[in-house]
């Protein structure tokens, strides 16, 4: 591997939009190859042997552009496929997951406090937070809601008012109350954090783990000694499936015209 190969990332959807955003602006010299599964989104209601099958053929095509970082852009895939993914690809590349940077941040600037986690079936359903917080033996106190529909919902509706009522009715729930942060375990959710935060008055601490992931992808660049100083900061998207919502999320995230390439998986 050398620096300036291309990072990978991929999700579902939109979702892992939010990450790439705060990837570009930490490291703005670094070529983006971005695919997005929109024929399969979203993963969240998934088998964990469809998302790894799908996992492995975008890996395929990663890899096929010399990319030297696979960021798993997505929880649900995170969850199901990204030790299988770090097995198939080896030393060809360096696999990320959203999860593990989340889970070291909230060691160090969350322990002993009670936390509320949304985010798919698929992501809720694993209970890996819970495994992973609860090796950390940290004293935090997590509770956790499946919000199914949401990723659905936004990658249809952005941060529409349509999505209002759907998401009172998951916030309302008794899961999450008494707590001191509030984490957003789906990339998609970043997108309606503003509207997440008005639920709660602005009173309650929400998560965004764009960031986080963002600041822990630049380090292992570092430490890697993979930082590419001399690009130019170009960004290829590809998707399985064009759909409107995709190609207006682009809009939203990157000013900037955005080129999208066709890539059906499995033909």
């Known amino acids: 591997m050398i620096a300036e190969q ?9 979702g892992g939009l939010t990450i790439t955003q705060a990837i570009v602006k930490q490291l703005p010299t670094e070529d983006i ?4 599964d929109t024929a399969h989104l979203p993963y969240g209601d998934k088998s964990t042997s469809a998302i790894q099958a799908y996992a492995i053929k975008i890996t395929d095509l990663l890899l096929q552009h010399h990319c030297k970082m696979i960021l798993i852009a997505c929880n649900s895939a995170s969850t199901a496929a990204y030790d299988l993914i770090k097995e198939y690809v080896a030393d060809k590349a360096i696999i990320m997951n959203v999860i593990d940077p989340l889970i070291y941040h909230l060691r160090d600037t969350h322990a002993n406090k009670r ?31 499946a919000t199914n529909l ?5 990658e249809e509706f952005g941060n529409h008012k349509a999505i209002d ?14 707590l001191d942060a509030l ?26 783990p764009s960031d986080i992931i963002a600041e822990a992808v630049k380090k292992r ?10 690009g130019s900061g170009s960004k290829q998207f590809f998707i399985s499936d064009y759909t409107e919502s995709f190609a207006a999320g682009t809009k939203i995230f ?5 080129q999208l390439k066709h890539y059906p998986l499995w033909e």
């Open 150 to 154: 949401l990723a659905s919902a936004i």
């Open 115 to 145: 936390l509320g986690l949304i985010g798919t079936r698929q992501t809720i359903h694993s209970n890996i937070y819970q495994k992973k917080i609860d090796h950390l033996n940290c004293g935090i106190s997590l509770t956790s809601l």
């Open 254 to 258: 990157f000013d900037e015209t955005i």
């Open 33 to 36: 190859i971005y695919f997005g």
């Open 6 to 14: 291309p990072i990978g990332i991929f999700d579902s959807g939109i």
């Open 221 to 230: 660049l570092q430490t890697e000694k993979l930082i590419n100083t001399s």
């Open 165 to 178: 009522g759907l998401l009172a009715e998951y916030l309302s729930h008794s899961t999450l109350t008494h």
């Open 183 to 208: 984490i957003l375990a789906c990339t998609h959710y970043p997108v309606i954090k503003h509207k997440i935060q008005a639920y709660f008055n602005n009173q309650l601490e929400v998560i965004d």
